[in-house]
């Protein structure tokens, strides 16, 4: 349920509204819109349909929401959250650009790629050092080893760090070494993992489900925000189809899906999305003029040795042209990067 406060309504007006929710047992996230106040309530519908806050001084009009996530929804907050990484800003018209190599594999290997993606205008440098992989046999990450590098060349290069977490028992620990955690496709729904790091204000990159419809990803994300940390950017990484052709099925109508009924900012990866480095440049076209607030694409300086997902990986140069056509696109859509 949705309280919209008028333009012109008080603060005592707001006060009463928020003492009536508080009395009732229920509990209440306010967003402070431009020109009004929402209120979103959460709790019992039933016990709020007895409350009558139409009758409210200052109170334009209750909304009932249907779909069970309200804090990331636009019913909720019509204007674009803008997410603040170290004042790298993601959604609202500004890009962000996360790339790197899947796997941290060693200081050499993240440094090279550091540099080449730095120069290209990258702001965030990516790397997994707890990798999620299919099978326990293939390389499993350098752990907090890979955490150190990946804080050490960040520093060194002038990038911020995002690093998957796959284990509540490692928040503490790469919360020191992280800009932004990213919690992968296969924990979208590890509702535990979801809560702990809504009890933190590290900002999150929430990746899409191997399977999960937008509104189980954006149900996800409402677990973040319900903790209290509303920093979230989401990511459409492609989706698990009857297609093998490519590794998953990268879902542009999703930018559009999640513009329309959030109001985070949600950026593509074309790596995971199509498994193919020759596919990775048009599809980080498209999702651009798609309306998409940014990129995580994998670069390796050398993809053929990749320790995991090589064959989507692109090297250095073919990123250089990705970036400038990238530009190019969202010059066009009036965006800055
Ligand atoms: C990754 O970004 O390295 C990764 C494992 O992605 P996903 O969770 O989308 O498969
Ligand atoms: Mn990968």
């Known amino acids: ?55 409210f001084g200052g109170v334009e009009k209750t909304v009932s929401i249907t779909e069970k996530y309200k804090l990331v929804s636009r019913d909720f907050k019509k204007e674009d959250s803008i997410i603040d990484v ?45 990798k999620p992989r299919t099978s326990p046999y293939d390389f499993q990450g350098l752990a907090e080893e890979g955490l150190k590098m990946l804080r050490e060349v960040a520093d060194e290069v002038g990038l911020n760090v995002v690093t998957e977490i796959v284990n509540i028992n490692d928040l503490d620990m790469i919360c020191k070494y992280a800009d932004m955690l990213q919690i992968g496709a296969r924990n979208m729904q590890n509702f535990q993992l979801l ?5 933190t204000n590290k900002p999150v990159l929430l990746k899409r489900g191997l399977s999960a419809t937008i509104s189980e990803w954006l149900n996800a994300a409402e677990y973040i925000a319900s903790g209290g940390n509303y920093n979230i950017v989401l990511c459409e990484r492609g989706i698990r189809t009857y297609e093998t052709f490519t590794r998953n099925t990268l879902d542009l109508s999703a930018v559009a899906a999640v513009k329309e009924l959030s109001h985070l900012p949600i950026i593509v990866d074309p790596s995971h999305g199509t498994g193919r480095w020759q596919m990775v440049r048009p599809m980080a076209r498209a999702a651009i003029a798609a309306g998409a607030d940014g990129l995580m694409i994998e670069v390796h300086p050398h993809p053929e ?22 530009r190019q696109i969202a010059q066009m859509m009036g965006k800055t990067l």
Request: charged share 20%; proline share 2%.
């Open 1 to 55: 349920m949705i309280i919209v406060m008028k333009p012109e309504a008080t603060t005592a007006e707001l006060e009463a509204v928020k003492n009536k929710i508080t009395d009732a047992g229920l509990n209440f996230h306010l967003s402070q819109g431009s020109s009004r106040t929402i209120v979103g309530v959460i709790g019992d519908k039933k016990k709020f349909a007895t409350l009558q806050m139409n009758s």
């Open 86 to 130: 170290n004042g790298v800003k993601i959604g609202g018209g500004h890009l962000a650009i996360m790339s790197g190599p899947c796997a941290v594999e060693s200081k050499e290997q993240l440094l090279e790629a550091a540099k080449a993606v730095k120069a290209c205008g990258a702001q965030f440098l990516r790397g997994g050092a707890f």
């Open 195 to 199: 809560k702990e790091v809504g009890h």
């Open 305 to 326: 040795v990749a320790l995991s997902d090589g064959d989507q990986s692109l090297k250095p140069d073919n990123f250089a042209v990705v970036m400038q056509e990238v």
